[in-house]
């Protein structure tokens, strides 16, 4: 057995080595029921008490300091930290203030005193490493200086994975720790000393050559491999800049048999194992991961070049038999108090409410303005056509995709061709405020909550997203291709707003996503009111905008259920934006969001600001008389009084959204 390389920047793998694990023994426990197996159980029972130990016993002081979901190992991450019951962290998470770091929670900063780390170290101080770095904390090297920070593995311990070292390993072991090395490395040469680059020079044909530099592209040349000219061009880069090569020798790798079209075949492969210091010295899992590689032949096993992993086995007892951790029958961890959840969790989770209703009105109204359109293309009906413009007007300012179907005066523009300012509207990702942009935003939150959510939540949105970006980017889709793909997509999301609030409990912060979905609901009905209802027009016309709104709120029904009598303006007004009992209107929304405030960790200050901007809303509305803001002269087209009532509530709704992101994720009063 040789050693190929060390991995001490960020080791991964060890999640998926546990989920290894885990599969093989649901599918084969009844096969190999009498092959004894060495546990993987006790390693992470060690892991967890390092942490613990370096954390003073807190293990909730402890955190997994991840780059995000973008990372290729995220998965792990998150399946790492449950099963260490330790909290997982971005860098927007975190600040260094007084020398020490701190998590942003909901409730304030919370200390941290360690962290496993899995971001490279150089992008992990952007003040001291990589200036440009968006995934590190700005201070984190000055709080380890200071030993107020414990790290694993620490910033710097990357340099053992440079394989420049391995020619010189065997003499650093002897001189530092007077041993020899139990396992074997692969023959090295490093091309900075004279005697290393002739002898690599004479036998190009039989060795790999490697740059020495991991944080450049990592590019490898196999000797045997190289063309004349591929050649030449190697050997003047290792003439120029000998001391930035190593070359190692071509060993055999051990094969595996791998599952190819219905036949097993050998294929190469490697074993990562894992390490861990103790008191008593080192502890080595009993188990690991095993690389396979795709391609027979190969000499790159990596699953970067789409290769496999499979469990390894040690096989025997255990030494000691323990009824310790077992992750078999393990709860795995989860944030179970409010008052922790991390700020950038918590702004996700808000935007990803805000992004979905957004979404789903955009969608609505864009359907109903389409069968305006079809309903006028097909009858030619003025009274259609009317509508349809106001209806249209409506879009533009509830997504304030400007100038849309205004003018620079803010005027009807009637020049606009319908369906082509609606296809942008609806596929241009690039255009504010466009549906295409708003799905973009919800894509975002999503992927940064993907471990609160459900495998089946993620399949539904991976689904959706698929499916929409076939239909954006398709050219020339008809008028009723458009409106039957935003039917099935508002289904999709529909599907995936139940998905949500049964993926997430309380505790892990359903109501904040309540909330922000709540208050872009009452924030878009406001939109879409002084658009629709506060325009003066004949009855024909207000009977087909009333229902037009209604519809873009899915309410339709709901009115006919409780008057049970024809569509008039001031019983709209009272149903979306008075009734107690209506949860879509106003009032009862209002209601809600104090509710739910109540339950969030500062609530126990008197008064907060978001919640007075509230209380002004239901004392506004709570003085509302219908008679009054529905009146109007013979030479007025607007119902001005209606209007400013609306502009009133939107502002209030907006300083409530603002000074409740102020309260809850930013901390620069702390």
Not at 37 to 45: D, M, P, T
Not at 97 to 104: M, T, V
Not at 177 to 202: F, H, M, N, S
Request: with cysteine; glycine share 4%; aromatic share 10%.
């Amino acid at each position: 057995m040789w050693v190929v390389s060390d991995k001490t920047q960020g080791p991964s793998g060890l999640g998926y080595a546990i989920e290894n694990r885990l599969t093989m023994n649901s599918i084969s426990a009844d096969l190999y029921s009498h092959v004894k197996r060495k546990k993987l159980a006790s390693f992470l029972e060690e892991y967890k008490a390092l942490l613990g130990r370096l954390s003073g016993g807190d293990l909730s002081t402890v955190a997994l300091f991840t780059p995000g979901p973008h990372n290729e190992t995220y998965f792990e991450h998150a399946y790492l930290s449950t099963h260490l019951e330790i909290k997982m962290l971005q860098g927007e998470d975190l600040l260094v203030k007084n020398g020490s770091l701190w998590l942003k929670s909901l409730s304030g900063l919370k200390k941290i005193n360690t962290l496993l780390r899995r971001v490279d170290d150089r992008y992990c101080d952007p003040l001291e490493l990589k200036n440009d770095s968006q995934l590190g904390v700005a201070g984190l090297v000055d709080a380890m200086r200071q030993d107020k920070l414990n790290m694993v593995n620490p910033i710097g311990s990357a340099i053992v994975e440079n394989v420049g070292l391995n020619p010189f390993m065997k003499k650093i072991a002897q001189y530092f720790l007077k041993e020899d090395l139990i396992l074997p490395q692969i023959a090295t040469w490093w091309c900075g000393q004279k005697t290393a680059l002739d002898y690599v020079l004479a036998n190009l044909d039989t060795l790999i050559v490697k740059k020495i530099d991991r944080t450049e592209q990592i590019k490898i040349y196999f000797g045997k491999k190289l063309s004349l000219d591929e050649r030449t061009s190697l050997v003047e880069l290792l003439l120029q800049n000998p001391h930035k090569y190593v070359a190692q020798e071509e060993v055999d790798f051990s094969t595996v048999p791998y599952y190819n079209n219905g036949a097993i075949e050998p294929r190469n492969a490697v074993i990562r194992a894992y390490s861990l210091k103790t008191d008593e010295g080192y502890s080595v899992m009993n188990g690991g991961l095993v690389r396979v590689s795709e391609n027979k032949d190969t000499l790159l096993v990596s699953s970067k070049q789409g290769g496999i992993s499979k469990d390894l086995w040690i096989l025997g007892e255990d030494a000691v038999k323990t009824e310790q951790y077992n992750i078999l029958n393990h709860t795995l961890y989860v944030e179970t108090s409010i008052d922790k959840i991390s700020t950038l969790k918590a702004s996700n989770l808000f935007w990803l409410g805000r992004y979905l209703a957004r979404s789903i009105s955009t969608t609505r109204l864009i359907i109903n303005v389409i069968k305006k359109i079809t309903n006028f293309y097909r009858y030619e009906v003025v009274t259609s056509k009317e509508s349809q413009v106001i209806l249209q007007n409506a879009l533009t300012h509830m997504t304030k995709t400007y100038p849309g179907f205004m003018d620079v005066n803010n005027k009807v523009n009637r020049e606009v061709f319908p369906m082509v300012e609606i296809t942008s509207v609806v596929k241009d990702t690039h255009r504010s405020g466009s549906l295409s942009f708003t799905i973009t935003m919800l894509s975002n939150t999503n992927i940064n909550l993907k471990d609160l959510l459900t495998i089946e939540s993620w399949k539904l949105f991976e689904r959706m997203q698929k499916e929409w970006n076939e239909f954006a980017y398709r050219k020339n889709d008809s008028t009723l291709v458009v409106a039957s793909e935003l039917d099935k997509f508002l289904i999709y999301l529909m599907a995936y707003k139940e998905l949500v609030k049964e993926s997430i409990f309380k505790e892990q912060g359903l109501i904040l996503y309540n909330i922000g979905y709540t208050i872009e609901d009452a924030l878009l009905l406001i939109s879409k009111a002084r658009s629709i209802l506060c325009l003066k027009v004949d009855k024909t016309i207000g009977n087909t905008l009333l229902e037009g709104m209604l519809n873009s709120m899915e309410s339709f029904n709901a009115y006919r259920a409780h008057y049970k009598s024809s569509l008039n303006l001031e019983n709209v007004i009272e149903f979306l934006i008075l009734n107690k009992q209506f949860p879509k209107s106003l009032t009862y929304v209002a209601k809600k969001l104090l509710k739910d405030f109540k339950l969030l960790p500062k609530a126990k200050v008197v008064s907060t600001p978001y919640e007075d901007a509230l209380i002004k809303v239901q004392q506004l509305l709570e003085f509302i008389d219908l008679k009054t803001i529905t009146k109007i002269t013979e030479q007025e087209g607007v119902y001005l009084e209606l209007d400013k009532v609306l502009a009133k509530l939107s502002d209030l709704f907006l300083e409530c959204s603002d000074e409740f992101s102020n309260t809850y994720f930013s901390h620069y009063d702390e």
